[in-house]
């Protein structure tokens, strides 16, 4: 049995969880800074920090509490090394340096992107092979897990990210920060077929979201000229019908070009209610996605993905704000 102390602080959401075997979540909490940030219309980097100082041991030890455990029953620490903030990323890690070197434990620095990913074995029977959309604020990848250790980016967006997409369109039409959520809710109203947005023609399993934020613009612009009242249920729906068209379409062409059957959801927009109903529609596949609460940045996915890849660091590890280029070397 190995039981794993998970701490994230990669954006504006300090968390720290304990998952035994990268499969039971004995505890997880979280603080979300999208209150302070939402006057800003996104998050401020410096501000973040200073907030993430303030809570992450009051989160350690309501994780410890939670779990009716106590540090010298835990067998490493784990956290998130990289992409994100740097200067958020950095104080995770230093917290998670200081209780591997005080409480004599491994430390344990994952991937921000695969913890997403590994969110999805928590409570259940997951296990690779499998094709995995990643939808997150800041990231869109496609990626082929082979094994635990061998893991193919397939594709990835080549401009905005799916939930900046969202974000962008949500400020656009007045919805506040974040986008995603209220979009989501407001779409359900709304008829997708209202407007033809484009998908973005992009070669391959690679991804494009700025020219539909710009077309949404140009209808925004268009619909002003002949209206004081936009309609922004049919707006929201047409966008998301455009940004959910794509991602399945290219994440089925994926998986059937590589026998498999099984589908994984990771990120943020992962709890997309359109998104889901896409996918579980789809006959032939076993679709995996995160309860609501491990889509966003959360400490479980991070303790579970130390558990089948974290690397074992030394304390004078450093943090990293991108994630490598494909083809690359970190």
């Known amino acids: 049995m190995t039981v794993l102390l998970g701490l994230e602080t990669s954006c504006d959401e300090t968390a720290a969880a304990i998952v035994k075997d990268g499969r039971t979540l004995l505890s997880s909490c979280l603080v979300s800074q999208t209150p302070i940030h939402q006057k800003f219309g996104g998050v401020v980097p410096e501000v973040a920090a200073r907030s993430h100082v303030q809570t992450i041991n009051l989160m350690i030890d309501e994780a410890l509490s939670k779990a009716g455990l106590t540090y010298d029953q835990l067998d490493g620490i784990a956290c998130t090394r990289g992409p994100g903030l740097i200067g958020t ?3 995770g890690l230093s917290a998670a340096k200081a ?7 491994p430390l344990k620095t994952v991937d921000h992107l695969f913890a997403h990913v590994c969110a999805n074995f928590i409570d259940t029977d997951l296990e690779p092979p499998f094709v995995a959309l990643l939808v997150s604020g800041g990231h869109t990848q496609i990626l082929h897990f082979k094994n635990f250790d061998d893991i193919q980016i397939l594709g990835e967006t080549l401009d905005d990210a799916a939930g900046e997409a969202y974000d962008k369109v949500g400020r656009l039409l007045g919805l506040g920060y974040p986008g995603g959520p209220v979009i989501d809710k ?10 033809k947005f484009p998908e973005g023609v992009v070669k391959g399993y690679d991804f494009s979201f700025s020219g539909l934020k710009t077309a949404v613009l140009r209808q925004v612009e268009k619909l002003q000229k002949v209206t004081d009242e936009l309609p922004i249920e049919d707006l ?3 966008f998301q019908e455009a940004v959910t068209r794509v991602l399945v379409k290219k994440t089925l062409k994926a998986a059937d070009e590589l026998g498999l059957k099984t589908i ?4 943020g927009v992962a709890a997309n209610r359109e998104l889901r109903s896409k996918f579980e529609k789809a006959s032939g596949y076993r679709v995996y996605f995160p309860s ?10 991070v303790a579970a993905a130390a558990f089948f890849h974290g690397e074992n660091s030394k304390l004078n590890v450093g943090a990293y704000s991108r ?4 083809g690359s070397e970190e």
Do not use: E, Y
């Open 292 to 301: 609501n609460h491990l889509c966003t940045d959360n400490a479980a996915m």
């Open 89 to 91: 990323l950095l104080i």
């Open 236 to 238: 929201c729906a047409s």
């Open 323 to 326: 994630q490598p280029v494909r």
């Open 99 to 105: 209780l591997s070197w005080s409480w004599n434990l």
């Open 264 to 267: 994984v959801l990771a990120g």
């Open 186 to 195: 407001i779409a359900s109203k709304g008829n997708p077929n209202a407007f």
